[in-house]
């Protein structure tokens, strides 16, 4: 009897309690934000569209700060998805991106130290063709044009919007055939 009472009680625990431990937790309050000198991990995606544009896009994670790190994971994948309907991921990219050739190469670096000043992180947008290696995305609400910070809630919109302006201009840069 004391062995069936145990198992009742024992086998909820061992099926059901297992999946509220794995989730992750949503931050209580402030999240902590590291700093440049923090060590940190590159995550490289690569991508390519119809045209056989490529884009390289790119972000870091720092294991020190796993709140920070889901969150700038969160902003990645926010903006593949936006990229998703013109970009789908190739991997094969990563082999070619040395290769010159009629198609634009650009880059995105989320969560840049060079984008966000002292103020903290940005992102910096770039296209081979525009003779320009990356510029930083500056927030399009702000006046002064100052950058758009990584915390901004319309941080990947800026970003999306640096892109597409940069990829066009390096589309009608690139060589007549």
Known sequence: MLRALLLLLLLPLALG????????????????????????IGVNVYLRDAAKNELLLATRVWPDYPDYSAIALQRLFATMKALEPAYKQDDDVAYTWANKGRVTKCSIYLESPEGGGRSGTGATVGCEANGVSALV??????????????????????VLAMFKKQSERARGALPKQ
């Not at 927030?139 to 950058?147: E, F, L, V």
């Open 17 to 40: 309690a297992t999946a509220p431990l794995a989730q992750t937790k949503k931050p209580s309050g402030p999240v902590k934000v590291p700093t440049a000198k923090d060590a940190s």
């Open 137 to 158: 995305v500056p927030s399009a609400g702000d006046p002064k044009q100052a950058p758009s910070l990584s915390q901004d809630p319309k941080h990947v919109s800026d």
